[in-house]
């Protein structure tokens, strides 16, 4: 499975934390090939 993580706001504090939590655990699942992370070049 191929997972993507589409975010177009994106909060540098425990908004960036709590990302990196969803997608490493996401990434250790079974069956699951890669997770990708967009953020928008917006995000300050």
Excluded: D, E
């Excluded at 997972?3 to 909060?11: K, L």
């Excluded at 908004?15 to 997770?35: D, E, I």
């Amino acid at each position: 499975m191929k997972i993507w993580i589409w975010s177009c706001m994106f909060s540098i504090g425990g908004g960036g934390r709590l990302l990196t939590n969803l997608a490493t655990a996401l990434a250790r699942q079974p069956g699951v090939h890669y997770v990708r992370v967009v953020l928008s070049a917006q995000t300050g």
